[in-house]
């Protein structure tokens, strides 16, 4: 019994040191040498990288108040890097149902920052407007009139969803720009597994609002489907580079093969996800147009070398 107890032990112990040598030693130390001539991650991708910080931290801090009140602050302040607090952000009026959702995408959110945050260092978290205030300027601006009263993205399960409809594409976008440009192997599975769950969210999203495409927004007496009809076109008009936007209800000629007005996922002709790039992303989430022009949710601007390159010009 003892021999046996110790030729297994001994042959555990080979079997462990075999692992640990055939293991990269980027796993073992992510941050080493990064941004050097060693580092398996070049600078191009980390750059690349680091960019959709800036809308998953927007998306982290949205959910998480919206679904529970607090956010990264009383959660995870670590990933903060001591940013400043959200502006206007608060608890939505959720129904159960939905909060739960919401609830399981401000987790899964605070995973994405962990997952880039162990490949690249990041930076703190830029200053976000999460106000009513700053919804209601987004969908006045997607009509092209005040609504009245002010939109409020935190009074119901349909406000909140709608809004909610502003923020994930946006960034599912980057990341299918963002992907055939990356060099190393680490950096496309972390883009790959990044773009899987937020176009999951997406989709979640667009099928819950489908559900009530019909329905008429209280009190404005619109329906949900031009809700996200006008915050698509509004995109597509910020971004300048054509069409990479549709809401849930299109012309027959805009549906998958030509062939469907239901809309419930966005895609090219082929039914292939849209593309953006950093640019046409800072245009949009700044609600400027001007990839140098700050506002929106992020009254400061974004951060990261991409963002930065172009704050210094404005």
């Known amino acids: 019994m003892a021999e046996l107890f110790t030729s297994t032990t001994m042959a555990t112990i080979i079997a462990s040191l075999i692992l640990l040598l055939l293991v990269p030693t980027s796993y073992s130390s992510p941050?080493?040498?990064?941004?050097?001539?060693?580092?398996?991650?070049?600078?191009s991708d980390i750059d690349l990288l680091e960019f959709p910080l800036n809308l998953e931290y927007l998306e982290a801090e949205f959910f998480l108040y919206g679904s529970m009140g607090q956010g990264l602050d009383s959660f995870a302040p670590n990933l903060t890097m001591g940013g400043p607090r959200p502006l206007g952000a608060k608890k939505a009026n959720l129904d159960p149902y939905t909060r739960d959702i919401i609830k399981q995408f401000a987790w899964q959110e605070v995973g994405h920052l962990r997952a880039i945050k162990n490949t690249v260092q990041g930076f703190p978290r830029p200053l976000l407007d999460?106000?009513?205030?700053?919804?209601?300027?987004?969908?006045d601006a997607a009509f092209g009139k005040r609504l009245s009263p002010p939109f409020d993205p935190y009074a119901s399960s349909l406000h909140y969803l709608i809004a909610s409809y502003v923020i994930p594409y946006v960034g599912l976008t980057g990341y299918v720009g963002a992907n055939p440009k990356l060099q190393a192997a680490a950096s496309k599975r972390l883009v790959a597994g990044l773009l899987a769950v937020e176009s999951g969210q997406d989709a979640v999203i667009r099928g819950l609002l489908y559900e009530h495409a019909l329905i008429r927004l209280h009190p404005y007496g619109i329906t949900v489907a031009e809700f996200t009809n006008r915050i698509s076109d509004l995109r597509n008009k910020l971004g300048q580079e054509g069409v990479k936007d549709e809401g849930l209800v299109v012309p027959e000629k805009l549906g998958a093969e030509g062939r469907v007005r239901g809309n419930v996922l966005a895609g090219d002709?082929?039914?292939?996800?849209y593309a953006r790039t950093p640019e046409e992303i800072l245009r949009i989430v700044y609600s400027s147009g001007n990839e140098s022009t700050p506002g929106g949710f992020y009254p400061k601007g974004a951060d990261g070398r991409i963002a930065k390159k172009y704050l210094q010009h404005s």
């Open 31 to 43: 941050f080493i040498t990064y941004g050097s001539r060693d580092s398996p991650i070049p600078q």
């Open 130 to 139: 999460l106000s009513t205030k700053s919804f209601a300027k987004t969908m």
């Open 269 to 273: 002709e082929y039914s292939v996800g």
